[in-house]
């Protein structure tokens, strides 16, 4: 059945360390978002693609990297250089277009804990 | 840069009842879309309902409607016949539109209202 789908569902990690999230979708949807969410806050976008090969730095890039090998897929790296990695990211697609297409959906995210 | 203010921190509504999320934004953009999204205990956002700045008709998905007023920049979410699986956390989200229609792709989001439905 088609979705978004994030592994793993719980990452921890010791400071000092980089981390891969990943994010799978099977929608055939051209773009792909990484979100933030901190308790009591909205999301943030980190960043985004609109096409393979292709992304965009969101409000909040800095300390994170991505990839867009293939249309499904869209990992986030959070680097030692974050500063307060402990969250909850979310990943979503949509596709390109226009009158609802460009909607986003969300897969079910990822608890991120700093040790 | 756009904003989205949810003022309403946490609400509660009785099963059955009418309750009605708060939710204004600014921008200088003229077209755009806006978006009502649920956060339920598990943490899945789900699409609520969706609204162009273009129509001036309200959107309506079953028992969820809004009230989009471009002048006051204002779009509120009226829930009916509330049910306890409404119980969630909701937040208003802005994204803005190029002149041809397609859309910037990012999101702006508001911090949330937590909306407790009792039975």
């Known amino acids: 059945d088609g979705g978004i789908t994030q592994s793993p569902k719980y990452l921890f990690r010791k400071e000092g360390q980089n981390v891969t999230l990943s994010c799978e979708q099977n929608?055939?949807?051209?773009?792909m978002y990484w979100y933030r969410q901190d308790p009591g806050q909205g999301l943030r976008l980190i960043y985004y693609s609109q096409i393979v090969n292709d992304f965009q730095k969101g409000d909040i890039a800095e300390g994170y990297s991505v990839s867009r090998e293939k249309k499904e897929s869209f990992p986030l790296t959070v680097t030692s250089a974050q500063k307060n990695p402990t969250a909850f990211y979310l990943c979503?697609?949509?596709?390109?277009?226009?009158?609802?297409?460009?909607?986003?959906?969300f897969g079910p995210g990822t608890r991120l804990t700093v040790l | 840069a756009q904003t989205v203010t949810q003022s309403q921190p946490e609400m509660s509504v009785q099963e059955a009842e009418t309750v009605t999320l708060s939710c204004t934004y600014d921008?200088?953009?003229?077209?755009?879309?806006l978006f009502w999204y649920k956060q339920p205990p598990s943490r899945q956002m789900i699409l609520v309902i969706r609204?162009?700045?273009?129509?001036?008709q309200n959107a309506t998905e079953n028992r969820f409607s809004v009230n989009f007023q471009k002048a006051a920049k204002s779009f509120s979410l009226k829930i009916s016949d509330s049910q306890l699986g409404d119980t969630a956390m909701y937040f208003c989200a802005f994204m803005m539109v190029r002149a041809g229609g397609t859309s910037y792709g990012k999101l702006t989001f508001g911090q949330g209202t937590i909306l407790t439905v009792h039975p």
């Open positions: 921008t200088s953009e003229n077209n755009y879309y």
């Open positions: 929608l055939n949807h051209d773009a």
């Open positions: 979503a697609s949509s596709m390109a277009g226009t009158g609802g297409t460009d909607t986003q959906y």
């Open positions: 609204q162009e700045a273009y129509k001036q």
